[in-house]
């Protein structure tokens, strides 16, 4: 049976010592790498407001309209990257769910029969 058809449960420390990569574990830690850019992009904003404030006023409104918008854009592609790594990995398990109802091997599993 594929591995392929699990939960993201399943995607723990075991699958961190699968060899053969028959878990995935990155739709399971891809929330924690979201969160994480979020706190990055954060941190970063809050740094060059700071930095731009003891440079005077204006620097420092200059950052915050400018470092906002520029903070919201690297969201945005952070947000997309991912979700075109989740797209992928989706669509490699539908193809292995599919290629297992049409009575074929799904390419994970070729190797353990």
Do not use: C, H
């Amino acid at each position: 049976m594929s591995e392929l058809g699990k939960t993201e449960n399943d995607a723990g420390l075991g699958a961190l010592t699968d060899l053969n990569f028959e878990k995935f574990i990155t739709l399971s830690v891809i929330k924690v790498v979201y969160i994480l850019g979020m706190a990055v992009i954060g941190l970063v904003y809050v740094g060059v407001v700071l930095g731009a404030i003891t440079q005077g006023v204006m620097a420092g409104l200059g950052a915050l309209i400018v470092g906002g918008l520029i903070a919201v854009l690297y969201l945005i592609f952070l947000r997309i990257w991912l979700e075109l790594i989740v797209v992928m990995f989706r669509i490699g398990e539908n193809t292995s769910k599919l290629v297992s109802q049409g009575g074929g091997t799904p390419a994970g599993d070729a190797g353990s029969e």
